[in-house]
Protein backbone atom coordinates (compact mmCIF):
# COMPACT_ATOMS: atom_id res chain seq x y z
CA UNK A 1 0.00 0.00 0.00
CA UNK A 2 1.71 3.07 -1.33
CA UNK A 3 -0.48 6.21 -0.85
CA UNK A 4 -3.47 7.56 0.70
CA UNK A 5 -6.02 9.39 -1.77
CA UNK A 6 -7.64 13.01 -0.57
CA UNK A 7 -10.86 13.77 -2.08
CA UNK A 8 -10.76 17.81 -1.32
CA UNK A 9 -14.04 18.57 -2.34
CA UNK A 10 -14.03 22.49 -2.51
CA UNK A 11 -16.47 25.36 -3.38
CA UNK A 12 -15.24 26.06 -6.75
CA UNK A 13 -13.50 22.76 -7.71
CA UNK A 14 -12.99 19.22 -7.18
CA UNK A 15 -9.53 17.77 -6.60
CA UNK A 16 -7.87 14.62 -5.90
CA UNK A 17 -4.00 14.43 -4.00
CA UNK A 18 -2.42 11.15 -3.90
CA UNK A 19 0.06 11.50 -0.81
CA UNK A 20 2.51 8.72 0.16
CA UNK A 21 4.01 7.95 3.28
CA UNK A 22 6.24 11.86 3.43
CA UNK A 23 3.41 13.84 2.60
CA UNK A 24 4.55 14.34 -0.65
CA UNK A 25 2.13 14.98 -3.35
CA UNK A 26 2.57 12.45 -5.76
CA UNK A 27 -0.40 13.15 -8.27
CA UNK A 28 -2.95 15.67 -8.37
CA UNK A 29 -6.06 16.83 -10.52
CA UNK A 30 -8.55 19.52 -10.21
CA UNK A 31 -11.69 19.62 -12.02
CA UNK A 32 -13.81 23.13 -11.79
CA UNK A 33 -17.62 23.05 -11.74
CA UNK A 34 -20.81 25.08 -12.60
CA UNK A 35 -21.82 27.82 -9.93
CA UNK A 36 -25.53 28.53 -9.89
CA UNK A 37 -27.23 31.45 -9.25
CA UNK A 38 -30.75 31.52 -9.64
CA UNK A 39 -31.14 34.92 -7.81
CA UNK A 40 -29.37 37.55 -6.00
CA UNK A 41 -27.88 36.31 -3.24
CA UNK A 42 -28.70 33.06 -3.90
CA UNK A 43 -25.87 30.38 -4.54
CA UNK A 44 -26.19 26.90 -5.64
CA UNK A 45 -24.29 23.85 -6.53
CA UNK A 46 -25.75 20.35 -8.60
CA UNK A 47 -24.72 17.59 -6.12
CA UNK A 48 -24.48 15.08 -8.93
CA UNK A 49 -22.21 17.37 -10.14
CA UNK A 50 -20.48 17.53 -7.34
CA UNK A 51 -20.09 13.81 -7.46
CA UNK A 52 -18.99 13.22 -10.99
CA UNK A 53 -16.37 16.17 -10.91
CA UNK A 54 -15.25 14.15 -7.80
CA UNK A 55 -15.41 10.63 -9.47
CA UNK A 56 -13.37 11.87 -12.28
CA UNK A 57 -10.22 13.59 -10.29
CA UNK A 58 -10.07 10.35 -8.34
CA UNK A 59 -9.82 8.10 -11.31
CA UNK A 60 -7.62 11.25 -13.15
CA UNK A 61 -5.16 11.18 -10.19
CA UNK A 62 -4.69 6.90 -10.28
CA UNK A 63 -4.52 6.90 -13.86
CA UNK A 64 -1.71 9.75 -13.94
CA UNK A 65 0.28 7.80 -11.87
CA UNK A 66 -0.59 4.24 -13.35
CA UNK A 67 -2.06 2.88 -9.48
CA UNK A 68 -4.60 0.20 -8.88
CA UNK A 69 -7.12 0.43 -5.54
CA UNK A 70 -4.80 -2.25 -4.32
CA UNK A 71 -1.86 0.52 -4.05
CA UNK A 72 -4.43 3.11 -2.29
CA UNK A 73 -4.34 2.14 1.54
CA UNK A 74 -7.37 4.46 2.51
CA UNK A 75 -9.49 7.29 1.41
CA UNK A 76 -9.32 10.61 3.60
CA UNK A 77 -12.31 13.46 2.56
CA UNK A 78 -12.27 17.59 3.01
CA UNK A 79 -15.11 19.19 2.01
CA UNK A 80 -16.47 22.73 1.56
CA UNK A 81 -18.36 23.10 4.96
CA UNK A 82 -22.14 23.87 5.99
CA UNK A 83 -23.28 23.08 1.62
CA UNK A 84 -26.54 21.40 2.32
CA UNK A 85 -28.13 18.62 0.07
CA UNK A 86 -31.49 16.45 0.48
CA UNK A 87 -31.98 13.53 -1.87
CA UNK A 88 -34.22 10.55 -1.49
CA UNK A 89 -33.46 7.57 0.33
CA UNK A 90 -34.30 4.93 -1.87
CA UNK A 91 -33.37 6.97 -5.54
CA UNK A 92 -30.49 8.32 -4.34
CA UNK A 93 -31.71 11.77 -6.24
CA UNK A 94 -31.22 15.01 -4.85
CA UNK A 95 -34.70 16.75 -4.50
CA UNK A 96 -33.13 20.29 -5.54
CA UNK A 97 -29.78 21.93 -6.08
CA UNK A 98 -27.34 21.90 -2.98
CA UNK A 99 -27.71 25.34 -1.16
CA UNK A 100 -23.83 26.84 -0.63
CA UNK A 101 -22.77 27.85 2.39
CA UNK A 102 -22.58 31.59 0.50
CA UNK A 103 -26.21 31.44 -0.21
CA UNK A 104 -28.24 34.34 2.19
CA UNK A 105 -31.83 33.13 1.12
CA UNK A 106 -32.38 31.76 4.63
CA UNK A 107 -32.11 35.09 6.13
CA UNK A 108 -35.03 35.40 7.63
CA UNK A 109 -35.58 32.08 8.97
CA UNK A 110 -32.42 33.32 10.80
CA UNK A 111 -33.63 36.87 12.05
CA UNK A 112 -37.04 35.20 13.45
CA UNK A 113 -35.05 33.01 15.61
CA UNK A 114 -33.21 35.19 16.65
CA UNK A 115 -36.30 37.98 17.26
CA UNK A 116 -38.44 34.96 19.37
CA UNK A 117 -35.20 35.00 21.59
CA UNK A 118 -33.16 31.71 20.61
CA UNK A 119 -29.88 33.01 19.89
CA UNK A 120 -28.12 32.07 23.29
CA UNK A 121 -29.58 28.92 23.38
CA UNK A 122 -28.44 28.09 19.86
CA UNK A 123 -25.00 29.84 21.15
CA UNK A 124 -24.73 27.95 24.22
CA UNK A 125 -25.53 24.21 22.51
CA UNK A 126 -24.03 24.51 19.05
CA UNK A 127 -21.32 27.14 20.09
CA UNK A 128 -22.09 28.91 17.13
CA UNK A 129 -23.56 32.65 16.15
CA UNK A 130 -27.43 32.00 14.63
CA UNK A 131 -26.75 32.24 10.86
CA UNK A 132 -27.76 31.14 7.28
CA UNK A 133 -24.13 30.19 6.25
CA UNK A 134 -24.73 27.26 8.37
CA UNK A 135 -26.70 24.35 7.18
CA UNK A 136 -29.80 24.14 9.84
CA UNK A 137 -31.71 27.02 8.06
CA UNK A 138 -31.00 25.67 4.37
CA UNK A 139 -32.18 21.89 5.41
CA UNK A 140 -36.02 23.53 6.82
CA UNK A 141 -36.23 25.80 3.44
CA UNK A 142 -35.64 23.16 1.35
CA UNK A 143 -38.67 20.89 3.48
CA UNK A 144 -40.64 24.02 3.02
CA UNK A 145 -40.48 24.66 -0.45
CA UNK A 146 -39.75 21.46 -2.32
CA UNK A 147 -43.45 20.47 -3.04
CA UNK A 148 -44.20 17.19 -1.20
CA UNK A 149 -40.53 17.60 0.21
CA UNK A 150 -41.92 17.60 4.06
CA UNK A 151 -44.63 14.99 3.84
CA UNK A 152 -41.92 12.44 2.59
CA UNK A 153 -38.95 13.75 5.18
CA UNK A 154 -41.83 12.47 7.84
CA UNK A 155 -42.11 9.46 6.08
CA UNK A 156 -38.59 8.78 6.53
CA UNK A 157 -37.63 9.01 2.56
CA UNK A 158 -35.58 11.75 2.59
CA UNK A 159 -31.97 12.21 3.53
CA UNK A 160 -29.68 14.92 4.22
CA UNK A 161 -25.87 15.31 4.52
CA UNK A 162 -23.56 17.78 4.57
CA UNK A 163 -20.79 17.56 0.84
CA UNK A 164 -18.55 14.72 2.72
CA UNK A 165 -21.90 12.87 3.79
CA UNK A 166 -23.25 12.44 0.26
CA UNK A 167 -19.22 11.81 -0.97
CA UNK A 168 -19.22 8.54 1.20
CA UNK A 169 -23.05 7.84 0.48
CA UNK A 170 -21.90 7.50 -3.13
CA UNK A 171 -18.53 6.05 -3.19
CA UNK A 172 -20.49 2.96 -0.64
CA UNK A 173 -23.17 3.15 -3.24
CA UNK A 174 -25.50 4.19 -0.92
CA UNK A 175 -24.77 1.65 2.26
CA UNK A 176 -23.75 4.34 4.90
CA UNK A 177 -24.93 7.34 5.80
CA UNK A 178 -22.94 9.29 8.45
CA UNK A 179 -20.93 12.31 8.96
CA UNK A 180 -17.91 13.33 10.87
CA UNK A 181 -17.69 15.42 14.04
CA UNK A 182 -16.48 18.50 12.74
CA UNK A 183 -19.38 18.70 9.96
CA UNK A 184 -21.79 17.93 12.41
CA UNK A 185 -20.78 20.82 14.01
CA UNK A 186 -21.36 23.08 11.68
CA UNK A 187 -25.55 22.22 11.08
CA UNK A 188 -26.40 24.84 14.03
CA UNK A 189 -28.50 21.03 15.14
CA UNK A 190 -25.85 19.62 17.05
CA UNK A 191 -24.94 19.90 20.39
CA UNK A 192 -21.13 20.05 20.83
CA UNK A 193 -21.36 19.47 24.21
CA UNK A 194 -23.15 15.95 24.10
CA UNK A 195 -22.07 15.07 20.80
CA UNK A 196 -25.83 14.84 19.94
CA UNK A 197 -27.45 16.16 17.38
CA UNK A 198 -30.44 18.42 19.67
CA UNK A 199 -34.21 17.15 19.44
CA UNK A 200 -34.57 20.83 21.06
CA UNK A 201 -33.05 22.69 18.33
CA UNK A 202 -34.86 19.78 15.35
CA UNK A 203 -37.80 20.45 16.67
CA UNK A 204 -37.34 24.50 16.03
CA UNK A 205 -36.04 23.94 13.08
CA UNK A 206 -39.00 21.82 12.10
CA UNK A 207 -36.59 18.65 10.54
CA UNK A 208 -37.15 14.70 11.21
CA UNK A 209 -34.13 13.09 13.10
CA UNK A 210 -34.49 10.30 10.56
CA UNK A 211 -32.80 12.26 7.91
CA UNK A 212 -29.99 13.06 9.83
CA UNK A 213 -26.77 11.14 9.16
CA UNK A 214 -24.78 9.06 12.63
CA UNK A 215 -21.91 10.82 13.81
CA UNK A 216 -18.56 9.71 13.80
CA UNK A 217 -14.94 10.48 14.52
CA UNK A 218 -13.22 12.53 11.74
CA UNK A 219 -10.20 9.46 11.71
CA UNK A 220 -12.71 6.30 11.47
CA UNK A 221 -13.20 3.24 9.19
CA UNK A 222 -17.16 4.35 7.79
CA UNK A 223 -17.21 1.99 5.28
CA UNK A 224 -15.57 0.86 2.07
CA UNK A 225 -15.87 1.71 -1.72
CA UNK A 226 -18.24 -0.24 -3.82
CA UNK A 227 -16.29 -2.46 -5.63
CA UNK A 228 -16.91 -1.51 -8.96
CA UNK A 229 -15.92 2.09 -8.28
CA UNK A 230 -12.40 1.78 -8.32
CA UNK A 231 -12.01 -2.13 -8.77
CA UNK A 232 -11.66 -2.86 -5.53
CA UNK A 233 -12.79 -2.05 -1.86
CA UNK A 234 -10.99 0.70 -0.76
CA UNK A 235 -11.68 2.16 3.10
CA UNK A 236 -12.66 5.86 3.93
CA UNK A 237 -11.37 6.24 6.97
CA UNK A 238 -10.89 10.15 7.14
CA UNK A 239 -13.11 13.27 7.07
CA UNK A 240 -13.72 16.84 8.00
CA UNK A 241 -14.57 20.22 6.89
CA UNK A 242 -11.71 22.36 5.10
CA UNK A 243 -10.87 24.33 7.57
CA UNK A 244 -10.42 21.45 10.40
CA UNK A 245 -8.27 19.09 7.80
CA UNK A 246 -5.94 22.83 7.58
CA UNK A 247 -5.80 22.91 10.82
CA UNK A 248 -4.68 18.95 11.21
CA UNK A 249 -2.24 19.03 7.92
CA UNK A 250 -0.80 21.92 10.21
CA UNK A 251 -0.08 19.35 12.79
CA UNK A 252 -2.15 21.79 14.88
CA UNK A 253 -2.40 18.91 17.37
CA UNK A 254 -1.93 20.57 21.27
CA UNK A 255 -4.02 23.22 22.73
CA UNK A 256 -2.97 26.97 21.80
CA UNK A 257 -1.18 25.92 18.26
CA UNK A 258 -3.05 27.84 15.85
CA UNK A 259 -3.22 28.15 11.89
CA UNK A 260 -4.48 31.14 9.24
CA UNK A 261 -5.24 30.22 5.42
CA UNK A 262 -5.06 33.29 3.32
CA UNK A 263 -7.26 32.94 0.44
CA UNK A 264 -10.48 34.88 -1.28
CA UNK A 265 -10.89 34.84 2.95
CA UNK A 266 -9.09 34.27 5.90
CA UNK A 267 -9.98 31.14 8.08
CA UNK A 268 -7.88 31.30 11.56
CA UNK A 269 -8.40 28.42 13.36
CA UNK A 270 -7.40 27.45 17.01
CA UNK A 271 -6.90 24.27 18.70
CA UNK A 272 -8.07 24.83 22.62
CA UNK A 273 -8.04 21.07 23.58
CA UNK A 274 -10.80 18.75 24.58
CA UNK A 275 -12.27 21.36 26.57
CA UNK A 276 -14.64 24.13 24.26
CA UNK A 277 -14.08 27.75 25.07
CA UNK A 278 -16.89 29.35 24.14
CA UNK A 279 -16.27 32.83 23.28
CA UNK A 280 -16.92 36.45 24.49
CA UNK A 281 -15.23 38.03 21.98
CA UNK A 282 -17.23 37.11 18.67
CA UNK A 283 -15.70 33.79 17.61
CA UNK A 284 -17.51 30.97 17.32
CA UNK A 285 -16.97 27.85 19.06
CA UNK A 286 -16.53 24.53 16.67
CA UNK A 287 -15.17 20.50 16.72
CA UNK A 288 -11.61 20.47 15.39
CA UNK A 289 -10.46 17.02 13.43
CA UNK A 290 -8.76 14.73 15.97
CA UNK A 291 -7.48 10.86 15.91
CA UNK A 292 -7.88 9.94 18.90
CA UNK A 293 -10.32 8.67 21.64
CA UNK A 294 -11.55 12.32 22.65
CA UNK A 295 -13.06 15.50 20.19
CA UNK A 296 -10.91 18.24 20.23
CA UNK A 297 -12.33 21.57 20.04
CA UNK A 298 -11.13 24.83 18.31
CA UNK A 299 -11.99 28.88 18.25
CA UNK A 300 -12.46 30.07 15.05
CA UNK A 301 -12.88 33.62 13.57
CA UNK A 302 -13.69 34.15 9.57
CA UNK A 303 -12.32 37.76 7.57
CA UNK A 304 -14.53 37.36 4.21
CA UNK A 305 -12.29 39.43 2.21
CA UNK A 306 -9.20 38.70 2.22
CA UNK A 307 -7.26 37.59 -0.98
CA UNK A 308 -10.07 38.85 -2.06
CA UNK A 309 -9.06 42.48 -1.73
CA UNK A 310 -6.22 41.70 -3.60
CA UNK A 311 -8.27 40.69 -6.69
CA UNK A 312 -10.34 43.83 -6.04
CA UNK A 313 -6.81 45.57 -6.75
CA UNK A 314 -5.87 43.62 -9.90
CA UNK A 315 -9.92 43.32 -11.23
CA UNK A 316 -11.90 46.48 -10.41
CA UNK A 317 -9.08 48.73 -10.00
CA UNK A 318 -6.57 47.66 -12.50
CA UNK A 319 -3.39 48.82 -10.32
CA UNK A 320 -1.82 45.41 -10.21
CA UNK A 321 -1.93 42.88 -13.35
CA UNK A 322 -1.62 39.86 -10.67
CA UNK A 323 -1.89 39.05 -6.93
CA UNK A 324 1.81 38.24 -6.94
CA UNK A 325 2.42 41.75 -8.36
CA UNK A 326 1.74 43.34 -5.17
CA UNK A 327 4.79 42.54 -3.17
CA UNK A 328 6.83 44.27 -5.84
CA UNK A 329 4.29 47.45 -5.27
CA UNK A 330 4.31 47.45 -0.91
CA UNK A 331 7.96 46.84 -0.72
CA UNK A 332 8.71 50.04 -3.63
CA UNK A 333 7.61 52.08 -0.07
CA UNK A 334 8.87 52.12 3.41
CA UNK A 335 5.22 52.78 4.65
CA UNK A 336 1.64 53.44 3.92
CA UNK A 337 1.64 57.57 4.16
CA UNK A 338 -0.44 57.33 6.67
CA UNK A 339 -3.35 55.16 4.79
CA UNK A 340 -5.10 52.62 5.46
CA UNK A 341 -8.19 50.11 3.45
CA UNK A 342 -10.60 48.26 5.29
CA UNK A 343 -12.16 45.90 3.08
CA UNK A 344 -15.12 45.89 4.44
CA UNK A 345 -16.91 45.15 1.47
CA UNK A 346 -19.25 43.04 2.64
CA UNK A 347 -19.41 43.98 6.25
CA UNK A 348 -17.03 42.94 8.81
CA UNK A 349 -16.64 39.35 9.72
CA UNK A 350 -15.16 38.43 13.36
CA UNK A 351 -14.72 39.95 16.09
CA UNK A 352 -17.13 42.80 14.68
CA UNK A 353 -19.46 40.79 12.95
CA UNK A 354 -21.54 43.92 11.52
CA UNK A 355 -23.22 43.62 8.14
CA UNK A 356 -23.75 46.83 7.30
CA UNK A 357 -20.07 48.34 7.42
CA UNK A 358 -18.44 49.20 4.36
CA UNK A 359 -15.08 49.26 3.02
CA UNK A 360 -13.00 52.31 3.50
CA UNK A 361 -9.53 53.99 2.70
CA UNK A 362 -9.18 56.61 4.59
CA UNK A 363 -6.03 59.11 6.16
CA UNK A 364 -4.36 59.66 2.85
CA UNK A 365 -2.28 62.91 1.91
CA UNK A 366 -1.72 64.09 -1.47
CA UNK A 367 1.30 61.83 -1.53
CA UNK A 368 -0.43 58.68 -1.28
CA UNK A 369 0.88 56.57 -4.24
CA UNK A 370 -0.45 53.51 -6.11
CA UNK A 371 1.63 51.84 -4.04
CA UNK A 372 0.79 52.82 -1.07
CA UNK A 373 -2.70 51.47 -2.04
CA UNK A 374 -1.34 48.33 -2.37
CA UNK A 375 0.84 48.50 0.27
CA UNK A 376 -2.45 49.47 2.77
CA UNK A 377 -4.56 46.80 1.62
CA UNK A 378 -1.49 43.87 1.56
CA UNK A 379 -1.56 45.31 4.97
CA UNK A 380 -5.49 44.98 5.67
CA UNK A 381 -5.23 41.09 5.58
CA UNK A 382 -2.80 41.16 8.45
CA UNK A 383 -4.59 43.42 10.80
CA UNK A 384 -7.75 41.77 10.36
CA UNK A 385 -6.05 38.58 11.06
CA UNK A 386 -4.61 40.49 14.66
CA UNK A 387 -7.71 41.45 15.70
CA UNK A 388 -8.81 37.94 15.72
CA UNK A 389 -5.48 36.91 16.91
CA UNK A 390 -5.83 38.92 19.93
CA UNK A 391 -9.48 37.78 20.20
CA UNK A 392 -8.12 34.41 20.73
CA UNK A 393 -6.20 34.59 23.14
CA UNK A 394 -8.39 36.80 25.75
CA UNK A 395 -10.60 33.79 24.88
CA UNK A 396 -8.64 31.51 25.57
CA UNK A 397 -5.84 32.67 27.82
CA UNK A 398 -3.39 31.18 25.69
CA UNK A 399 -0.92 33.86 24.68
CA UNK A 400 0.32 33.14 21.19
CA UNK A 401 3.36 31.63 20.64
CA UNK A 402 3.55 30.93 16.58
CA UNK A 403 1.30 31.26 13.81
CA UNK A 404 0.87 28.64 11.40
CA UNK A 405 0.27 29.74 7.75
CA UNK A 406 -0.83 28.56 4.37
CA UNK A 407 -3.44 29.42 1.28
CA UNK A 408 -2.56 31.44 -1.48
CA UNK A 409 -1.69 34.65 -0.36
CA UNK A 410 0.69 33.17 2.10
CA UNK A 411 3.08 33.16 -0.50
CA UNK A 412 3.82 37.13 -0.34
CA UNK A 413 6.86 37.29 1.75
CA UNK A 414 5.94 40.92 2.82
CA UNK A 415 2.60 39.77 3.82
CA UNK A 416 4.47 37.19 6.02
CA UNK A 417 6.64 39.89 7.45
CA UNK A 418 4.29 42.27 8.58
CA UNK A 419 1.91 39.64 9.75
CA UNK A 420 4.60 38.74 12.56
CA UNK A 421 5.45 42.14 12.95
CA UNK A 422 2.02 42.65 13.99
CA UNK A 423 0.98 39.71 15.97
CA UNK A 424 4.61 39.77 17.53
CA UNK A 425 5.09 35.91 16.86
CA UNK A 426 6.72 33.62 14.63
CA UNK A 427 4.96 33.36 11.52
CA UNK A 428 5.87 29.85 10.09
CA UNK A 429 5.45 29.05 6.45
CA UNK A 430 5.19 25.05 5.53
CA UNK A 431 6.50 23.72 2.15
CA UNK A 432 3.11 21.61 1.73
CA UNK A 433 0.56 24.39 1.53
CA UNK A 434 -1.92 22.02 0.64
CA UNK A 435 -2.38 21.69 3.83
CA UNK A 436 -6.54 20.70 3.88
CA UNK A 437 -5.83 17.91 1.89
CA UNK A 438 -3.09 16.81 3.47
CA UNK A 439 -4.95 16.95 6.72
CA UNK A 440 -7.85 14.62 5.40
CA UNK A 441 -4.92 12.15 3.87
CA UNK A 442 -3.25 12.12 7.88
CA UNK A 443 -6.79 11.83 9.01
CA UNK A 444 -7.38 8.71 7.03
CA UNK A 445 -4.28 6.88 7.09
CA UNK A 446 -3.98 7.16 11.06
CA UNK A 447 -7.37 5.34 11.10
CA UNK A 448 -5.91 2.02 8.77
CA UNK A 449 -2.45 2.20 10.39
CA UNK A 450 -0.85 3.70 7.08
CA UNK A 451 0.86 6.38 10.12
CA UNK A 452 1.25 4.61 13.48
CA UNK A 453 0.69 8.39 15.21
CA UNK A 454 0.96 11.78 15.60
CA UNK A 455 4.87 11.49 16.37
CA UNK A 456 4.85 10.09 12.74
CA UNK A 457 3.19 12.53 10.92
CA UNK A 458 4.73 15.51 12.80
CA UNK A 459 8.31 14.48 11.26
CA UNK A 460 6.36 15.23 8.01
CA UNK A 461 5.97 18.87 8.16
CA UNK A 462 8.88 20.70 7.08
CA UNK A 463 9.14 24.79 7.20
CA UNK A 464 10.10 26.93 4.02
CA UNK A 465 10.08 29.93 5.91
CA UNK A 466 10.19 31.31 9.26
CA UNK A 467 9.29 35.50 9.93
CA UNK A 468 9.93 36.61 12.91
CA UNK A 469 9.16 40.26 14.66
CA UNK A 470 11.31 43.03 13.78
CA UNK A 471 9.58 45.71 14.32
CA UNK A 472 9.96 48.06 16.91
CA UNK A 473 7.15 48.18 19.77
CA UNK A 474 5.74 51.92 19.61
CA UNK A 475 5.70 51.61 15.78
CA UNK A 476 3.78 48.57 16.20
CA UNK A 477 1.19 50.28 18.99
CA UNK A 478 1.41 53.84 16.67
CA UNK A 479 0.16 51.63 13.66
CA UNK A 480 -2.36 49.52 15.38
CA UNK A 481 -4.19 53.07 16.55
CA UNK A 482 -4.70 53.71 12.97
CA UNK A 483 -6.27 50.71 11.97
CA UNK A 484 -8.83 50.81 15.33
CA UNK A 485 -9.70 54.70 13.54
CA UNK A 486 -9.91 53.21 10.50
CA UNK A 487 -12.07 50.39 11.50
CA UNK A 488 -14.19 52.76 13.51
CA UNK A 489 -14.83 54.84 10.04
CA UNK A 490 -16.12 51.43 8.28
CA UNK A 491 -18.29 50.91 10.91
CA UNK A 492 -19.77 54.14 11.13
CA UNK A 493 -20.08 54.04 7.65
CA UNK A 494 -23.04 51.52 8.26
CA UNK A 495 -24.91 53.73 10.88
CA UNK A 496 -27.98 55.52 9.38
P1 LIG B 1 -9.30 30.00 -2.30
O1 LIG B 1 -8.97 28.61 -1.84
O2 LIG B 1 -10.12 30.81 -1.36
O3 LIG B 1 -9.77 30.08 -3.72
P2 LIG B 1 -6.39 30.35 -2.54
O4 LIG B 1 -5.80 29.74 -1.33
O5 LIG B 1 -6.23 29.65 -3.85
O6 LIG B 1 -7.90 30.79 -2.30
O7 LIG B 1 -5.75 31.81 -2.67
C1 LIG B 1 -6.14 32.70 -3.67
C2 LIG B 1 -6.24 34.11 -3.13
O8 LIG B 1 -4.96 34.54 -2.70
C3 LIG B 1 -6.71 35.09 -4.17
O9 LIG B 1 -7.72 35.90 -3.58
C4 LIG B 1 -5.49 35.94 -4.52
O10 LIG B 1 -5.83 37.28 -4.72
C5 LIG B 1 -4.61 35.78 -3.31
N1 LIG B 1 -3.17 35.69 -3.66
C6 LIG B 1 -2.57 34.73 -4.37
N2 LIG B 1 -1.24 34.96 -4.48
C7 LIG B 1 -1.00 36.10 -3.79
C8 LIG B 1 0.19 36.86 -3.51
N3 LIG B 1 1.39 36.50 -3.94
N4 LIG B 1 0.02 37.98 -2.76
C9 LIG B 1 -1.18 38.36 -2.29
N5 LIG B 1 -2.31 37.67 -2.52
C10 LIG B 1 -2.23 36.56 -3.27
Not at 46 to 59: G, K, R, S
Not at 160 to 177: A, E, M, P, Y
Not at 292 to 306: M, N, T
Not at 466 to 472: A, K, L, Q, R, S
Amino acid sequence: MQYIMSLDQGTTSSRCILFDKSGNICSVVNKEFRQIFPKPGWVEHDAEEIWDTTYEVAHAAMAKLNVTAKEIAAIGITNQRETTVVWDRDTGEPIANAIVWQCRRTSDIIDKLVADGHADMIREKTGLIPDAYFSGSKIQWLLDNVPGARRRAAAGKLLFGTIDTWLIWKLTGGRVHVTDYTNASRTMLFNIHTLKWDEELLELLNIPASMLPKVRPSSFVYGKTDFEMFGGEIPISGAAGDQQCALFGQCCFEPGTMKNTYGTGCFLLMNTGTEPVMSRNGLVTTIAASAGDRVHYALEGSIFIAGAAIQWLRDELGVITSAKESQQFAEKVPDTAGGYVVPAFTGLGAPFWNQRARGCVVGITRGFSRAHLVRATLESLAYQTHDIARAMERDSGIPIAELKVDGGASANNFLMQFQADLIGSDVYRPRCIETTALGAAYLAGLAVGYWESLEDVKNNWAVDRVFTPEMEEGRRKELLRGWDKAVKCALLWGQD
